[in-house]
């Protein structure tokens, strides 16, 4: 397993921390791949009750590695197919019968924002800096975000923050309910609950999070196909090739002509 990704186990809670300080915790295949290796290993695991993502060094996620994510521009359907390291994470994190707790600080973009949507509690930092910058990449909205962002945090508020990809804080969050609460140390919060959780009676806890996903079990599975689909075509379009070719010459994207 790759060592950007670091597993603890203790006492019921298996912690998994993103350990890549260098990209500032952007994610690469082989990260993807370890991460969904270690959520269906805990998933059959009977030791674990509870899962903990986090980060190091104050930051969560930088998103996407777009060196190594470019790569899927010469083979786009790929990511579609089972073959995906990242669908395979988002749907190992979606599917999880067992609460997921995520503490953040820090930015937290694209998939570090849209992976916090599946999780069941969420406390972040002060300094927590959320952006969903999918259109400023000329790319749509994944993993059902266009779903469950809306149901959180309403319609106009979802859609300046898909629409425009400008980073909020975590007060605005907090009052959206994409966080459960902003404190002055999240992982010690997160691991606190965590405990908690693991001390329930673990059929339970396991039944309630079925029951309060059940509602909304299809519409997620339908969005997330449906924003995967449109995804993929994004990738060949003029805009991202000019989002990536911007991103490493290391200026703003020029979509004027487009």
């Known amino acids: ?21 260098n990209k500032k915790n952007a994610l690469n295949q082989a990260m993807y791949q370890a991460l969904a290796e270690t959520l269906n290993a805990a998933a059959d695991n009977q030791a674990v009750r509870v ?17 190594d994510f470019a790569n899927f521009m010469s083979e786009p359907e790929k990511l579609a197919g089972s073959e995906n390291p990242t669908l395979a994470f988002m ?4 599917k999880c019968p067992k609460p997921v707790v995520a503490a953040v600080s820090g930015p937290a973009v694209g998939i570090g924002t849209t992976m916090l949507l599946h999780c069941d509690l969420v406390y972040c930092a002060e300094n927590t800096a ?38 909020f804080g975590a007060e ?6 994409l966080v459960n609460g902003v404190v002055d140390d999240p992982l010690l919060k997160a691991r606190e609950v965590c405990h908690k959780l693991a001390a ?18 299809k519409a997620v599975s339908d ?3 449906t924003e995967l689909q449109s995804f993929v075509a994004s990738l060949s379009s003029p805009e991202f090739g000019e989002a990536v070719t911007a991103f490493f010459e290391k200026r703003p994207a020029d979509f004027s002509k487009i």
Request: with cysteine; hydrophobic share 50%; charged share 20%.
């Open 200 to 217: 329930q009676a673990p059929i339970a806890v396991r039944e309630a999070k079925a029951l309060l996903k059940l509602s909304g079990r």
């Open 130 to 167: 959320f952006s969903l910058p999918f259109v400023n990449l000329g790319l749509r909205p994944e993993y059902a975000s266009s779903y469950l962002l809306p149901r959180l945090a309403g319609h106009a508020r979802a859609a300046e923050w898909i629409l425009l990809g400008e980073p």
């Open 51 to 67: 899962v903990l993502i986090t980060g190091v060094e104050d930051c969560f996620c930088s998103g996407n590695d777009l060196a």
């Open 1 to 21: 397993m790759t060592t950007n990704i670091v597993t603890e186990r203790d006492a019921g809670v298996l912690m998994i921390t993103l350990n890549r300080v």
């Open 172 to 177: 605005a969050a907090y009052q959206a309910g």
């Open 91 to 94: 749907l190992a994190l979606e």
């Open 223 to 225: 969005t997330l196909n």
